[in-house]
């Protein structure tokens, strides 16, 4: 049945029953299959399990997988390398942690969002944290938190663990994940390894999407465990892979990633001092674009020779964090958190890797946190959660020249540096309700968010009268009201989140033509949000399940009156589910409203408006059966009417593969796939 917005199976209740009358009779216990991914765990808090099996398709990348929650959109490149949206806002925006650190990318165009560098089964737990609601984990994120986290539970004797699956599908589909640990109650070493594989799609229509990519990653940990409550670790991880974009004029033939990591916790160890958390990380991501290794150049396009950039960051930092608790009233979790950031490009004309070409700097940033946040369990059923921290961000423009390979000019903000003191807080209430299973819940965040390097870098200009972006954006700054209920019973589950806020200083891209094509201009405005999510699961037969997601966002620019660009329309979801002893059956119908809400040739660094979007419906199925109580079986069918349809969110079409301008790019058509999962 569906619990909280992932499928689990009604038949382990069946099983189980048949086992109370025959106790040799094996109980299967069927894993979830995401379908409307889980609803709030705890106010503003998803949580759910990124190995167990989904549909649609099972995800390419982080971006893939979090379309599956509710309130999370994702602009369409091609077939995998999306950037996540959640409730309409973008970018960094939106915080994303990968085992605690982030991975952030390095194309000025977010070619690499950081959601392309995460393989989303490779990780235990993703949790999402929306709004400005959380001060734990890094500066900004006035949208929410995302953390793909792996927890590697202490051995108690010495043995063996295995998680792995392999994924066959339409278009060449094809995956291959393990994650295996072997361990003792001192110590443990773990590998987690995938591969994923998929040729151009076909949309409904029949017509091929550029859209073929590769993709590897290989991480280990080695851990030391003395006792339940001490844990070191260090990690080290490598990846790569390549992607044709059918929205953009190069393509991605270089996606690699370094990273290395050292982790220390200690708990339970006083009466007031609980734990101590200490992290210390390093990454790097290096992408490699052109124009002439997965496509050929088009002559008549404003790039129609071979050309190739490469862009390299390199990220370091640190956390560390201490959690006191007292009279059993009282939590405060306090720590500073610390980062740093450098880019470098090169770029060369022609076919020929030149490897030894220069790196040029492009630019510095760096920010240094402290933070504090308090729960005062008031009473058995009341909590007051509050936080506060305060963050010194700077960033260095280290361009002599911009204006890319075709028309570069002296840089007038070369070495120039930027620095702000930014402040963030919130303040929430939580209540439940004795009468009713109701939990209640409202509160207030404020954040400052510092411009990103996209935002900084990226755009040709500034707003008007300023000298480029980088003299002229300022940081923004967010104040949102969040509220919502949760409700449980045995035979229903509801929940609702709403918001709204107000937005200044937003930072808004326009893209104005021009002789070589559109123009990025960047700069400042007021907007005001709302919106919110609304979900519930009911289960009025044993083997039965029906469960329903809406999600909904609104935005305005408050400077000129006019809507805010890059909003998601309307979306809702139903899934039904039967299961009986070792299998079951579902589906699901995603519905989406048109979008006359928009703002043309207005957006951020990766999408613009292009005009109104039409609505669309696409129904998918699945089917599952256990063979085993360590080895399982799903199928589904995506797309099942082949329908030809294309998100609001897109890249347009690139000329040179055939697209008029501003053709938005259209989705898969039917997909079929199966995917076999063991664990032991």
């Not at 909280?4 to 040799?24: E, F, I, K, R, Y």
């Not at 979830?32 to 705890?42: G, I, L, N, R």
């Not at 059993?328 to 770029?347: E, I, P, W, Y």
Request: aromatic share 8%; charged share 20%; net charge negative.
């Amino acid at each position: 049945m569906l619990m909280g917005g992932a499928l689990t199976m009604p038949a382990a209740q069946a099983a189980a029953s048949d086992a109370a009358v025959d106790p040799v009779l094996p109980v299967i216990e069927l894993p979830q299959v995401e379908v409307v991914a889980s609803p709030e765990s705890s106010p503003l808090i998803v949580t759910t399990d990124p190995k167990q099996p989904r549909q649609p398709l099972p995800a390419s990348d982080g971006a893939d997988y979090l379309k599956t929650i509710p309130g999370f959109t994702s602009i369409r490149n091609g077939g995998t390398n999306g950037d996540p949206i959640l409730r309409g806002m973008f970018g960094s925006r939106l915080n994303i942690l990968s085992n605690g650190a982030p991975t952030l990318g390095a194309c000025p165009d977010r070619m690499d969002a950081p959601t392309s560098y995460i393989s989303p089964e490779s990780y235990d737990k993703v949790t999402v944290i929306k709004g400005p609601e959380s001060v734990l984990y890094g500066p900004g994120a006035s949208a929410g938190t995302v953390l793909f986290e792996r927890n590697t539970p202490r051995f108690d004797a010495p043995g063996l663990r295995f998680d792995g699956s392999l994924v066959g599908g339409s278009f060449g589909r094809n995956d291959q994940n393990i994650d295996l640990t072997t361990g003792t109650p001192n110590g443990y070493a773990r590998i987690i390894a995938n591969h994923s594989h998929q040729q151009d799609y076909q949309d409904g229509n029949g017509q091929t999407v550029p859209s073929q990519w590769d993709k590897w990653n290989a991480d280990t940990a080695l851990g030391w465990t003395p006792d339940d409550n001490t844990r070191l670790e260090v990690t080290a991880g490598t990846g790569n892979g390549y992607a044709r974009y059918a929205g953009r004029g190069m393509d991605g033939v270089q996606f690699r990633r370094e990273s290395f990591g050292l982790h220390f916790t200690e708990k339970n160890i006083g009466t007031l001092l609980d734990s101590i958390d200490a992290q210390f990380y390093y990454n790097s991501a290096d992408h490699v674009m052109d124009n002439y290794t997965l496509r050929v150049p088009d002559p008549a396009s404003d790039m129609p020779d071979a050309m190739a950039t490469e862009v390299r960051r390199r990220t370091e930092g640190g956390r560390i964090a201490a959690t006191w608790r007292w009279a059993d009233q009282f939590k405060l979790t306090s720590g500073v958190d610390m980062q740093a950031n450098q880019l470098d490009t090169r770029s060369q004309m022609g076919a020929e890797n030149d490897a030894s070409l220069p790196r040029v700097p492009t630019a510095t940033m760096w920010n240094l946190g402290v933070f504090s946040e308090l729960t005062w369990y008031a009473t058995a059923s009341q909590r007051v959660i509050a936080g506060m921290r305060v963050d010194q961000a700077g960033e260095r423009d280290d361009r002599t020249m911009t204006g890319g390979m075709m028309m570069s000019m002296p840089n007038p903000t070369a070495h120039d540096v930027r620095s702000q003191t930014l402040e963030s807080g919130f303040l929430r209430y939580e209540q439940d309700l004795a009468a009713i299973p109701l939990m209640v819940y409202a509160g207030i965040g404020y954040t400052e968010r510092s411009p990103d390097y996209w935002e900084l870098f990226s755009p040709q200009e500034g707003a008007p009268g300023s000298v480029n972006a980088f003299s002229s954006i300022q940081p923004e700054r967010t104040t949102q009201l969040d509220i919502g209920a949760q409700y449980k019973s045995s035979l229903l589950d509801a929940w609702v989140s709403a918001y709204a806020g107000m937005v200044q200083d937003f930072i808004l891209f326009n893209y104005n033509p021009g002789p070589m094509g559109s123009v990025t201009e960047a700069s400042n405005v007021n907007a005001r949000i709302m919106g919110g999510e609304v979900g519930a699961t009911w289960r009025p037969v044993a083997p039965l399940s029906i469960e329903a997601a809406l999600a909904y966002a609104w935005g305005r620019n408050a400077t000129s009156g006019q809507p805010l660009p890059q909003m998601p329309p309307l979306e809702a979801r139903l899934a039904v589910t039967y299961g009986h002893e070792a299998w079951s059956v579902g589906g699901l119908l995603r519905v989406v409203a048109p979008q006359h809400r928009y703002a043309v040739s207005e957006g951020n660094v990766v999408g613009q408006d292009f005009g109104p979007s039409a609505g669309f419906a696409v129904t998918s199925l699945h089917a599952q059966y256990a063979l085993s109580k360590s080895l399982q079986l799903t199928v589904g069918m995506d797309n099942l009417f082949n329908k030809s349809y294309s998100e609001h969110l897109n890249t347009a079409g690139n000329a040179g593969f055939g697209y008029p301008a501003n053709t938005p790019i259209t989705d898969p058509g039917r997909m079929a796939w199966v995917r076999v999962s063991a664990k032991i």
